[in-house]
C-alpha cells in the first residue's frame, strides 16, 4: 500500500506575530493561485486529477483518483475561487490552522480556539465536517492529539513514529526530563514513560519526503531551497523502492506545497515520480480519509507504536 498527497499551505503571514513582508505575501498568493492551478493541470493530465494519497495493495486494486489538501482556513476565506476548485473536484480538505499557527507556541486555550474557528469554516465551505489534520509546520504540542480526540477528528498526519505504517497515535501523555546542565546528572537520568494509544489514527510525516527544504528558498539559510532536483527524485525513488520491496502494503505520503511544487522544475519532477510509481503492480491513489477508514475497519494493516517503560 503506498501514498501519496497534496498538501497546501498557502499562509501569507508568518505564523508567530512579527510583521511580515509583500514579497513573501506575494509568494502566498502565487501558490494559492497560480500553484493550484498548475498542479490540478498537471494531475488531470494523468488522471489523478490531483495528486493524493497513493494507496497500493498487492491484490485487490480499486482506484479513488482523488486528494487530501490540508489547507489554512484563513486561505479558504482569502481565496475561495480556488478552493472551490478543489473542492468541487470532490478532494478532500483537512485541517492546517487559521493562519498556519504552530501548535507548540500556543497555549491550550488558543490552541482549542483556532480548532474550533478552523473546524467551522471548513465545514461551511466543504458541507460536511473535516477528518483529518496536520499541524503547521509539523510543529505540534503535547494538548494536539487530546484535542483532536475531543474534537472527534479521525486522523492526523504531524508525527514521525514511523516512515510508511499507518497506527493509532499516542496521546502524549507519555513524559521524559530535558537535560539539565544546571542540575545534577541524576536529575535527567531516568527513561521515558511508556507511550499510550489514543483513538486518533497516525499517517506518518516525513520531512524526507517534502518538497519544502530542498525547494523552498529562505531569506538568511543559502543552502535552503537551492537542491537539484535531481538529487532529490534519487532519495525519493530510493524510499519508494525500499517500502515497496520490504512490505506487502504501506503508505508513501509525499508532502508538497503550491508554492514550491507549482514551480516548472519541480512540476517536472513529479510528472516523472508519477511515471515512475505508475509502473508498479498494485498502486492506488486515495484520500487520506479514505486510507484511515480503511485502517479503521481492518482493510488496511499497520503497526502498533511502543516504547518507555510504565511509572
Known amino acids: 500500500m503506498k501514498s501519496y498527497f497534496f498538501l497546501t499551505i498557502n499562509r501569507i503571514n508568518t505564523c508567530d506575530g512579527s510583521p511580515q513582508n ?50 489554512p482556513a484563513h486561505s479558504i476565506q482569502s481565496f475561495p475561487k480556488q478552493l472551490e476548485k478543489v473542492r468541487d473536484n470532490g478532494h478532500e480538505i483537512g485541517l492546517h490552522g487559521y493562519t498556519h499557527e504552530f501548535p507548540s507556541l500556543l497555549s491550550t486555550s488558543q490552541q482549542r480556539d483556532v480548532l474550533t474557528r478552523s473546524i467551522q469554516v471548513l465545514t461551511d465551505f466543504c458541507g460536511k465536517k473535516p477528518l483529518g489534520y496536520t499541524a503547521p509546520a509539523w510543529s505540534t504540542s503535547r494538548e494536539l492529539i487530546s484535542q483532536l480526540e475531543e474534537f472527534g477528528i479521525l486522523y492526523d498526519h504531524s508525527f514521525m513514529y ?15 526530563i530535558e537535560t539539565d546542565h544546571t542540575q545534577p546528572a541524576k536529575y535527567w537520568m531516568s527513561p521515558m514513560t511508556a507511550l499510550k494509544p489514543s483513538k486518533v489514527i497516525e499517517i506518518p510525516a516525513n520531512w524526507h519526503l517534502d518538497d519544502w527544504p530542498p525547494f523552498q528558498p529562505i531569506p538568511g539559510k543559502p543552502t535552503q531551497g ?86
Not at 39 to 63: A, E, G, P, W
Not at 162 to 171: E, I, R, S
Not at 272 to 280: D, F, G, P, S
Open 22 to 71: 509583500p514579497t513573501n505575501v506575494s509568494r502566498g498568493v502565487y501558490g494559492a493561485t497560480v500553484g493550484i492551478d498548475r498542479l490540478l493541470k498537471l494531475l488531470d493530465k494523468y488522471n489523478i486529477v490531483s495528486i493524493s494519497t497513493l494507496d497500493v495493495k498487492k491484490s485487490n486494486l480499486s482506484i479513488s483518483q482523488k486528494a487530501t489538501w490540508f489547507t
Open 162 to 176: 514511523h516512515d510508511f505504517q499507518m497506527h493509532y497515535a499516542p496521546d502524549c501523555s507519555h513524559d521524559w
Open 226 to 311: 537551492f537542491v537539484d532536483v535531481e538529487a532529490i527524485e534519487r532519495l525519493w525513488l530510493q524510499q519508494f523502492d525500499f517500502a515497496y520491496r520490504e512490505y506487502d502494503e504501506f503508505v508513501f505520503p509525499i508532502s508538497i506545497h503550491p508554492q514550491v511544487s507549482g514551480k516548472p522544475h519541480v512540476i517536472l519532477l513529479h510528472e516523472r515520480m508519477i511515471e515512475y510509481i505508475n509502473k508498479h503492480e498494485g498502486v492506488e491513489w486515495m484520500t487520506m480519509g479514505e486510507m484511515a477508514k480503511e485502517f479503521l475497519e481492518g482493510r488496511i494493516g499497520g503497526v502498533n507504536v511502543e516504547g518507555g517503560v510504565d511509572d
